[in-house]
């Protein structure tokens, strides 16, 4: 795969606490060097992204990071200040704890809220699948479909667990072709990033995203 394809499959991302703006501008100035899909961040980081980033680079907001367990009400109104701001991705955790509870509906009514808000913004919904069975994972990716999200996503990264091969097929046969899958959380390297997209995702959030392109061109120019 061409090096310039691996780059459009990463959102190069800093979800860290202690992120300084030093840190996100070196963030947009590599994601502007090695052209990757979108930048990811905290929201009140997103106009400074937005000021920062190339027209084609997308700039992804998290919404009721990392716990979900903000009010549907808190989820929409910093999904709309995201967007205020310059977002043009919406990645929001859902509420776990209803997840567990077999809430469903308010499972549901809580993502369909956030969609409707950021419309036409497209929404990521983070499963944070360590904590979820696989029959929760598969009800949690059918609903996000039917509330009109664009993604389902495997984790914040903050969870006891990242992004495995197994969640990534379940989640891709769940909601089809077509739908998007982000692996997100431990992709470190060009290959777990080429086996996650084997097994279904077509984006990976990553903090790894130059180093993974890198070995791409290293790769690349010793064939």
Known sequence: MLTQEIAKFIDHTILKPEATPRDIERLCLEANQYGFAAVCVNACHVELVKSLVREDILVASVIGFPLGATTTYAKCEETKR???????????VINIGWAKAGLWQRVADDVRAVVLAAAPVGVKVIL?????????????????????????????????????LADVALMRRTVGEGFGVKASGGV????????????????????????????????????
């Open 188 to 223: 470190r390297t060009l290959d777990a990033l080429l086996a996650m997209v084997a097994a279904g995702a077509n984006r990976i959030g990553t903090s790894s995203g130059v180093d993974i392109v890198e070995d791409s061109l290293a790769r690349n120019a010793a064939t």
């Open 82 to 92: 995201a967007i205020l701001d310059g977002a043009s991705e919406i990645d929001m």
């Open 128 to 164: 944070e699948t360590s904590l979820l069975t696989d029959e929760e994972k598969a009800l949690v990716c059918s609903l996000a479909k039917e509330a009109g999200a664009a993604f389902v996503k495997t984790s914040t990264g903050f969870g006891a667990a990242g992004a495995t």
